[in-house]
């Protein structure tokens, strides 16, 4: 099992440009969610999917979309990327009754 | 959503126990503690979790007061390899999860 993945790694935009950071796990996990995770901070949820097609949002849903393609992919888009949004973005899934798992981070340099 | 709150950060003594307080003054009735770590920049690890009672598994200990307004993460032996960021967490609801700004702990040889 891979567990959680993350792509890109490392990702450079200037501002107003758009991308889309990506999230899979192969652990049948129903629950997903993202996370920004600023220097020094704490991570602060951006919105979470409870289950395949729903998605909320959480603590600092603007600026970002989400899409819950199917139980394996949850995918967090920047429209117009901000320097404000530079940061680490975590992805993680949960089973019904257990804890989360963590991906290894995407780190967003917005110039 | 109940916040938390904790020390910015601790050193203990390898070999030692490590007791790291957190303060949920505000948690409701139906929210669980949660404990987890985070090594260098590495995603959260998970460590416990509780409600009311007291946990233990392989890694910590759970203490959890009687009113539910603090718990203390104890990890018994302390290494070299528990040196990290330490976050208490209250999950509000089934899926939301508040991060405080957590502990990070120094183990010293």
Known sequence: NAGV??????????????????????????????????????????????????????????GYNVSRLNKREFSLRLESAAPSQTSVYFCASRPEGGEQFFGPGTRLTVL | DAKTTQPPSMDCAEGRAANLPCNHSTISGNEYVYWYRQ????????????????????????????????????????????????YCIVRTGTYKYIFGTGTRLKVLA
């Open chain 1, 5 to 62: 993945t993350q792509t890109p790694k490392f990702q450079v935009l200037k501002t107003g440009q758009s991308m889309t950071l990506q999230c899979a796990q192969d652990m049948n996990h129903n629950s997903m969610y993202w996370y920004r995770q600023d220097p020094g901070m704490g991570l602060r949820l951006i919105y979470y999917s409870a289950s395949e097609g729903t998605t909320d949002k959480g603590e600092v849903p603007n």
């Open chain 2, 39 to 86: 090594i260098h920049s590495q995603g959260p690890q998970y460590i416990i979790h509780g409600l009311k009672n007291n946990e233990t598994n392989e890694m910590a200990s759970l203490i959890i007061t009687e009113d539910r307004k603090s718990s203390t993460l104890i990890l018994p032996h302390a290494t070299l390899r528990d040196t990290a960021v330490y």
